[in-house]
């Protein structure tokens, strides 16, 4: 299983106990995803990021809802490769 999570770099000038936004979801559970595919649009101090997949897979479970925040280093949904 692969967590997906937003990358370190957005988080690195925010201060410590900030959340960011997921906007929206443009895959779902049971989707198939290539390495690089945009999962997500997350909003984080006003400004706009895109969540891409890891690797080729399904996303097998989406833990954060679109308009649910969620906290720095915590993964969003989980992947696991393809059969």
Same mark, same amino acid.
């Given at each position: 299983?692969?967590?997906?999570?937003?990358?370190?770099?957005?988080?690195?000038?925010?201060?410590?106990?900030?959340?960011?936004?997921?906007?929206?979801?443009?895959?779902?559970?049971?989707?198939?995803?290539?390495? $690089?595919? @945009?999962?997500?649009?997350? *909003?984080?101090?006003?400004?706009? /990021?895109?969540?891409? !997949? &890891?690797? =080729? $897979?399904? @996303?097998?479970?989406?833990? *954060?809802?679109?308009?649910?925040? /969620?906290?720095?280093? !915590? &993964?969003? =949904?989980?992947?696991?490769?393809?059969?």
């Amino acid at each position: 299983m692969i967590d997906i999570t937003l990358i370190d770099e957005p988080w690195q000038d925010v201060e410590d106990g900030t959340e960011a936004l997921v906007e929206e979801w443009l895959v779902k559970e049971g989707d198939a995803v290539i390495e $690089g595919q @945009i999962l997500a649009s997350v *909003v984080l101090v006003k400004a706009n /990021f895109e969540v891409l !997949a &890891p690797a =080729a $897979g399904v @996303i097998d479970k989406i833990l *954060v809802a679109a308009e649910s925040t /969620f906290a720095r280093g !915590a &993964p969003i =949904a989980q992947m696991r490769s393809p059969a």
